[in-house]
């Protein structure tokens, strides 16, 4: 069965240090999707990225990068010279393409908050 | 941002009575999905449709029915609300098939059983 964990309930940091985000997921499959999502205090849910299984490179968009390691199975977020706006709580989540089993699961969340 | 409403916005009702919520978008996307939000878990998949009619269920099915009858909306019935129930819950959309497409999410519901 596929899982999601992000071990980080919460984190709390000085505006403009760097944070972390960890993404841990299990799966049986070669073909997977893997998102991240951020949920700001106004509670709507925001699509930040989505990277296949085949794809390992490394995304940076601005601020946010994102480091994608098959080998340790995570995809760990990570915000360079965080702001207050960064305050948020954010979600991994994992789907499978196998025929059948196409559900999204998400983990359970990471609450950060940058402290001014 | 993807054209998604979700109504009401927010409900408080009493256990044991019928709820309905209502998501409509306006992308003329295939799939669409309903999610509950609950301290701890994440979201988690209620049901979901791959098309007008067509209907399956997801990992917390027990106790709500859904309904497609047009491509924009897709509705979320309680057929009789228990306090478990209570939680937030988002409608999303996607384009194409679930898991090969980024899901899009409306902005939610809290509706709260008494």
């Known amino acids: 069965a596929q899982k999601v964990t992000q071990a980080q309930t919460e984190i709390s940091v000085v505006e403009k240090e760097d944070v972390t985000l960890d993404c841990v997921y299990e799966?049986?499959?070669?073909?997977?999707?893997l998102f991240w999502y951020k949920q700001p205090p106004s509670g709507e849910l925001v699509f930040l990225i989505r990277?296949?299984?085949?794809?390992?490179q490394n995304e940076i968009s601005g601020r946010y990068s994102w480091n994608f390691q098959k080998s340790t199975s995570s995809f760990n977020f990570t915000i360079t010279a965080s702001q207050v706006v960064d305050s948020a709580v954010y979600f991994c989540?994992?789907?499978?393409?196998?025929?059948?089993?196409?559900?999204?699961?998400f983990g359970t969340g990471t609450r950060l908050t940058i402290i001014p | 941002d993807a054209g998604i409403t979700q109504s009401p916005r927010h409900k408080v009702t009493e256990t044991g009575t019928p709820v309905t919520l209502r998501c409509h978008q306006t992308?003329?996307?295939?799939?669409m999905y309903w999610y509950r939000q609950d301290p701890g878990h994440g979201l988690r998949l209620i049901h979901y449709?791959?098309?007008?009619?067509?209907?399956d269920k997801g990992e917390v099915s027990d106790g709500y029915s859904v309904s497609r009858s047009k491509t924009e909306d897709f509705l979320l019935t309680l057929e009789s609300a228990t306090s478990s129930q209570t939680s937030v819950y988002f409608c999303a959309i996607s384009e194409s098939k679930m898991g090969a497409d980024t899901q899009y999410f409306g902005p939610g519901t809290r509706l709260t059983v008494l």
């Open positions: 449709s791959y098309g007008v009619k067509d209907t």
């Open positions: 989540a994992l789907s499978e393409a196998r025929f059948g089993n196409e559900k999204l699961t």
């Open positions: 992308e003329n996307h295939r799939y």
């Open positions: 799966t049986r499959d070669t073909t997977y999707y």
């Open positions: 990277r296949n299984s085949f794809d390992e």
